[in-house]
């Protein structure tokens, strides 16, 4: 059995093929086009024409490319920059009728549960009480569970290019008033979370998105070179000084910085920011990365419980919605 996932982010569409004959998916080809529809979002936060144009190119193609592989239906999914967006049923009716790709949208809660399954997935047992930290463009997941299944699942609007648009934008680099100000908004939205998962008190914590991969190789983990085996982690007191680093200089010197890509520069601040704060109110020292986040989760969710990939699901061209997946039950928390 092959698989075929379409993620659209904030800044990038990714694409992952993968062979599923067990109970995990083997990696066969992925690939990627940067997008950066976060750049292209108006004011009220909607999606213009040319963010939509754009959008509708790269879905074709990756649907094109999954052909290529073996797979002719891809299983395509939007996060929070389509979640959110105002005129988010125009845009996937005009996803799907361009390109016959129906583009799913699931939830805050439901990605972060998703994504702790793949965590725990890579991570194993030895773990215990795990927290998953996941930082996007648009939204941070925190969850927190002693199994397969999250017992805790919060989605915040803590997302490192949506942070960068309301605090940091206007100046290169940003006045130091400008970062305390993203602190106490980290400070304040993080307030119950934190408190949940202090309590918790996780035996392991561990981070995914390309937001905390980066911040990683700039405080001194291994390159992506070395594969996805190698340990990578993140120490709280590093970060903080990571924070420092990329306070200081504008954006286009971050890029210099190791890890730090020229696309994601102006929000590497940002995302540091948040995630210093994010560990320092969870009281987590280290966090371990895991290479595998969402779009496993995704592939994981249909080999487990053998069901296909869009079951539960139903296009917004067929009710205005915001999709639920429903991988895993979640607790009235």
């Known amino acids: 059995m092959r698989l075929a996932v379409v993620d659209v982010g904030s800044n990038t569409v990714r694409l992952a093929v993968a062979d599923g004959d067990g109970d995990i998916p083997l990696p066969v080809h992925t690939a990627k086009r940067r997008l950066r529809l976060a750049e292209h979002v108006e004011p009220d936060g909607r999606l213009g024409e040319q963010a939509v144009a754009r959008l509708v190119a790269a879905v074709a193609s990756a649907k094109e490319e999954a052909g290529r592989w073996g797979v002719r239906d891809p299983f395509a999914f939007g996060t929070a920059i389509i979640r959110d967006a105002p005129n988010r049923h125009q845009?996937?009716?005009?996803?799907?009728?361009?390109?016959?790709?129906?583009?799913?949208?699931?939830?805050?809660?439901?990605?972060?549960?998703?994504?702790?399954?793949?965590?725990?997935?890579?991570?194993?047992?030895?773990?215990?009480?795990?927290?998953?930290?996941?930082?996007?463009?648009?939204?941070?997941?925190?969850?927190?569970?002693?199994?397969?299944?999250?017992?805790?699942?919060?989605?915040?609007?803590?997302?490192?290019?949506?942070?960068?648009?309301?605090?940091?934008?206007?100046?290169?680099?940003?006045?130091?008033?400008?970062?305390?100000?993203?602190?106490?908004?980290?400070?304040?939205?993080?307030?119950?979370?934190?408190?949940?998962?202090?309590?918790?008190?996780?035996?392991?914590?561990?981070?995914?998105?390309?937001?905390?991969?980066?911040?990683?190789?700039?405080?001194?983990?291994?390159?992506?070179?070395?594969?996805?085996?190698?340990?990578?982690?993140?120490?709280?007191?590093?970060?903080?000084?990571?924070?420092?680093?990329?306070a200081a200089l504008p954006a286009a010197e971050r890029a210099s910085l190791p890890g730090i890509s020229a696309s994601r520069a102006r929000q590497s601040l940002a995302g540091a920011v948040i995630a210093h704060t994010a560990m320092r109110c969870m009281e987590i020292e280290t966090v371990t990365l895991s290479p595998w986040a969402l779009r496993e989760g995704v592939m994981l969710k249909h080999l487990q419980e053998r069901s296909p990939l869009r079951s539960g699901a139903v296009t917004e061209t067929q009710r205005a919605a915001t999709v639920e997946l429903r991988p895993v039950p979640q607790s009235a928390d």
């Open 91 to 246: 845009v996937l009716q005009a996803v799907h009728g361009e390109t016959g790709v129906p583009l799913y949208v699931m939830s805050g809660t439901t990605e972060g549960a998703l994504t702790f399954l793949a965590a725990r997935q890579w991570m194993g047992w030895r773990a215990g009480p795990m927290v998953l930290l996941d930082i996007g463009g648009g939204s941070m997941e925190v969850a927190f569970g002693r199994s397969r299944v999250p017992d805790y699942v919060a989605s915040l609007p803590l997302g490192a290019g949506r942070m960068t648009r309301e605090y940091l934008g206007a100046a290169d680099p940003p006045p130091a008033r400008a970062v305390r100000e993203l602190r106490r908004r980290v400070r304040h939205e993080l307030r119950d979370v934190a408190a949940r998962i202090r309590w918790e008190g996780p035996r392991t914590a561990v981070a995914t998105s390309r937001t905390f991969q980066q911040l990683a190789r700039l405080c001194g983990a291994p390159p992506g070179k070395r594969g996805p085996f190698v340990t990578r982690r993140i120490a709280r007191e590093d970060l903080a000084a990571a924070v420092d680093t990329l």
